[in-house]
T-cell receptor
Framework: GQQLNQSPQSMFIQEGEDVSMNCTSSSIFNTWLWYKQDPGEGPVLLIALYKAGELTSNGRLTAQFGITRKDSFLNISASIPSDVGIYFCAGRRGNAGNMLTFGGGTRLMVKP | KAGVTQTPRYLIKTRGQQVTLSCSPISGHRSVSWYQQTPGQGLQFLFEYFSETQRNKGNFPGRFSGRQFSNSRSEMNVSTLELGDSALYLC?????????????FGPGTRLTVL
């Protein structure tokens, strides 16, 4: 099925490091969302973006809605061990109700 | 306020059987969406219900069906199960299908088809 192109697929983090991930699409979306999923749980909404160019923060997390409406970025500053998990981007078109298209996910792991 | 609840949490079926999964949305939420999550295909939209009406449907075969009741609870049914139907099935609810009204996900039902 159609997915957004999310990168990187996985990355190791060390406590205190900043983390960046992004999502791109060939189609325009009216809403960009970022979720985090922990093992055995459903995705939890982190940040929602509704306007092209919008930059929104939620604590140490900052996300941007690309001006072309075809991409979005998520940054995590000063990472901590509980940031480990899988992060998903999701896009929604204006006429698609609640139908979300998801990226493949970015798995954050702790450096040994 | 209780979150989205899904039952059962785990299910094992054999090929050819059918299965029904249940989702109770957050109180006051009237929109329910279903997603399938697999390692190979990721998270894919199945369908969305609002006020007992299906509003959107993803690209899945007719073996996948759903419905919504007057109390907003929703069920999805998969008939003639195939091995590839093994997945985590997630339900999400929101007040209504609006681009500013965000969805909250349940913990999912893990379906294993043998």
């Amino acid at each position: 099925g159609q997915q957004l192109n999310q990168s990187p697929q996985s990355m190791f983090i060390q406590e205190g490091e900043d983390v960046s991930m992004n999502c791109t699409s060939s189609s325009i979306f009216n809403t960009w969302l970022w979720y985090k999923q922990d093992p055995g749980e459903g995705p939890v909404l982190l940040i929602a973006l509704y306007k092209a160019g919008e930059l929104t923060s939620n604590g140490r997390l900052t996300a941007q809605f690309g001006i072309t409406r075809k991409d979005s970025f998520l940054n995590i500053s000063a990472s901590i061990p509980s940031d480990v998990g899988i992060y998903f981007c999701a896009g929604r078109r204006g006429n698609a109700g609640n139908m979300l298209t998801f990226g493949g996910g970015t798995r954050l792991m702790v450096k040994p | 306020k209780a979150g989205v609840t899904q039952t059962p949490r785990y299910l094992i079926k054999t090929r050819g059987q059918q299965v029904t999964l249940s989702c109770s949305p957050i109180s006051g939420h009237r929109s329910v969406s279903w997603y399938q999550q697999t390692p190979g295909q990721g998270l894919q939209f199945l369908f969305e219900y609002f006020s007992e009406t299906q509003r959107n449907k993803g690209n899945f075969p007719g073996r996948f069906s759903g419905r919504q009741f007057s109390n907003s609870r929703s069920e999805m049914n998969v008939s003639t199960l195939e091995l590839g139907d093994s997945a985590l099935y997630l339900c999400a609810s929101s007040h209504r299908p609006s681009y500013t009204d965000e969805q909250f996900f349940g913990p999912g039902t893990r379906l294993t088809v043998l």
